[in-house]
């Protein structure tokens, strides 16, 4: 114990004196950490080391600096990206008060707070200076391979063939493999960006060229079909932004294609149970594997987490179970027929696998909605910034931190790690760049016509 006091005494002197220099350190620290349960079994409460009580420290000085001070950036405190987050974070504290739960919802409200201050609202601060951006995604990325080493030497023991043995092997760090894929196909975009930009000097680019290789040969041996799929996702959104394709014809055909699977569901349902191939180390049957809903547990499970959390919305509609309470109630939702070979009712078997059902869920309608809100309202000011931008090297960092959001997104629909530190870092600290960046272009389009104007 008096060994640690001097690493605490420092961390805490870092934190008064350069906050900037505490959040590039948790920014490294993310994919290393690990969970508390795995060090002391048998604790009622969990958190990741040593992160998270890092996160608690800048947000306790974060309100201390607050009521001191008694001011913080307006343009921050009342852009759109903030309002959003007032709703979002304001709802959930209401469902928090009225759940099943309410030592349960409150912490994970806590958790939430925390990571949302530390690398939305502060983290726009951070990105002022233009090299932070950089000192982030190359921290994460450094200690994230580190994890992919470590992960690698244990499959290459099972055989990098075995699919199953890529469920496990970056344990304890990423919990499994979807977390570990989703965080793969997060970084890709910016890896491209910095490799493939003839902006930046040639070892910059020799490094990310080594990183992009590395994530993507992680992404394919992680096995993990959901990254994959969000990285295609990401890929067609970010050809329709070079092509600068009009958002209305694009809102109406994505309508369209919403509607059509609406009213043929029955039948696209009976065509994808013909599908009997189930997970491989056989990469392009693994793929196909993805549309099996007859035998492939693993989508199965989704479908029986997603009824569940249906059935639970059907019950509570309004104020829903409470934050943070799904997989604690899930079970009694679980229909017999629904029921797969790793279906649980216990609390340790995760949670809904839906960053949109899951609000439903715990929240109901309005918890659902107010994260569609915010994330519309984020991807909006996104792609007006991109558009208003000017510099080449701004719009590369707003265009790779869109596409890095939206393989999240769309990872979303089948997974939810917005309760880890693994994923919330990364995905608050992409939209404090964007948000920074928006308010940076407006001042300088604004400061522009002030110079126009004729006296």
């Known amino acids: 114990m008096v060994s640690v006091l001097p690493v605490v005494l420092a961390l805490v002197l870092v934190a008064i004196f350069s906050l900037d220099t505490l959040l590039l350190l948790v920014t490294f620290f993310t994919p290393l950490s690990l969970p508390l349960h795995d060090l002391i079994p048998g604790l009622s409460f969990d958190?990741?080391?040593?992160?998270?009580?890092?996160?608690?420290?800048?947000?306790?000085?974060?309100?201390?600096?607050?009521?001191?001070?008694?001011?913080?950036?307006?343009?921050?405190?009342?852009?759109?990206?903030?309002?959003?987050?007032?709703?979002?974070?304001?709802?959930?504290?209401?469902?928090?008060?009225?759940?099943?739960?309410?030592v349960v919802s409150i912490k994970f409200w806590v958790s939430k707070l925390w990571f949302i201050v530390a690398f939305y609202f502060l983290g726009i601060l951070?990105?002022?200076?233009?090299?932070?951006?950089?000192?982030?995604?190359?921290?994460?990325?450094?200690?994230?391979?580190?994890?992919?080493?470590?992960?690698?030497?244990?499959?290459?023991?099972?055989?990098?063939?075995?699919?199953?043995?890529?469920?496990?092997v970056m344990n304890p760090f990423y919990k499994d493999h979807t977390s570990y894929g989703a965080m793969l196909a997060?970084?890709?975009?910016?890896?491209?960006?910095?490799?493939?930009?003839?902006?930046?000097?040639?070892?910059?680019?020799?490094?990310?060229?080594?990183?992009?290789?590395?994530?993507?040969?992680?992404?394919?041996?992680?096995?993990?079909?959901?990254?994959?799929?969000?990285?295609?996702?990401?890929?067609?959104?970010?050809?329709?932004?070079?092509?600068?394709?009009?958002?209305?014809?694009?809102?109406?055909?994505?309508?369209?294609?919403?509607?059509?699977?609406?009213?043929?569901?029955?039948?696209?349902?009976?065509?994808?149970?013909?599908?009997?191939?189930?997970?491989?180390?056989?990469l392009g049957a693994h793929l196909s594997s993805m549309t099996n809903v007859t035998t492939d547990a693993s989508n199965l499970e989704r479908i029986n987490r997603w009824s569940s959390a249906l059935r639970m919305f059907e019950e509570k509609p309004v104020l829903g179970w409470g934050p943070g309470t799904y997989m604690f109630q899930y079970a009694p939702f679980q229909l017999t027929r629904n029921?797969?070979?790793?279906?649980?009712?216990?609390?340790?078997?995760?949670?809904?696998?839906?960053?949109?059902?899951?609000?439903?869920?715990?929240?109901?309608?309005?918890?659902?909605?107010?994260?569609?809100?915010?994330?519309?309202?984020?991807?909006?000011?996104?792609?007006?910034?991109?558009?208003?931008?000017?510099?080449?090297?701004?719009?590369?960092?707003?265009?790779?931190?869109?596409?890095?959001?939206i393989t999240y997104l769309v990872h979303g629909f089948l997974n939810n790690f917005l309760d880890t530190d693994k994923a919330a870092v990364p995905f608050w600290g992409f939209v404090a760049m964007i948000v920074m960046f928006d308010i940076y272009t407006k001042k300088e389009e604004a400061n522009k016509r002030a110079i126009k104007k004729p006296e």
């Not at 949670?351 to 109901?364: C, I």
């Not at 309202?377 to 890095?404: C, F, M, N, P």
């Open 47 to 102: 958190m990741f080391l040593p992160t998270e009580p890092l996160m608690v420290g800048i947000l306790v000085l974060f309100l201390f600096k607050l009521a001191e001070q008694k001011q913080f950036d307006r343009d921050i405190l009342k852009h759109p990206v903030s309002l959003a987050l007032y709703f979002y974070l304001g709802w959930m504290l209401l469902t928090s008060i009225t759940s099943t739960m309410p």
């Open 126 to 168: 951070l990105f002022r200076d233009k090299k932070n951006i950089y000192r982030f995604i190359g921290l994460y990325c450094a200690a994230f391979i580190v994890v992919i080493f470590y992960a690698w030497s244990r499959h290459l023991g099972y055989g990098f063939h075995n699919d199953n043995a890529a469920h496990f």
């Open 186 to 282: 997060f970084f890709i975009p910016f890896l491209i960006g910095i490799t493939f930009s003839k902006d930046y000097r040639q070892r910059y680019r020799y490094l990310a060229g080594v990183g992009l290789t590395l994530f993507t040969i992680a992404l394919v041996l992680s096995y993990t079909r959901a990254a994959w799929l969000s990285l295609a996702a990401a890929g067609a959104v970010w050809v329709v932004m070079k092509l600068k394709l009009r958002f209305q014809p694009l809102f109406l055909t994505a309508l369209s294609i919403l509607a059509l699977v609406l009213v043929f569901q029955t039948q696209i349902l009976m065509f994808l149970e013909q599908n009997d191939q189930e997970s491989s180390a056989n």
């Open 339 to 405: 029921r797969t070979i790793i279906s649980t009712n216990s609390a340790d078997g995760g949670n809904a696998h839906s960053e949109y059902l899951g609000p439903l869920a715990e929240s109901g309608v309005l918890g659902m909605l107010s994260f569609i809100l915010l994330i519309a309202v984020i991807v909006y000011i996104a792609v007006h910034a991109y558009t208003r931008a000017k510099d080449r090297e701004v719009r590369l960092i707003i265009l790779s931190a869109i596409i890095g959001l």
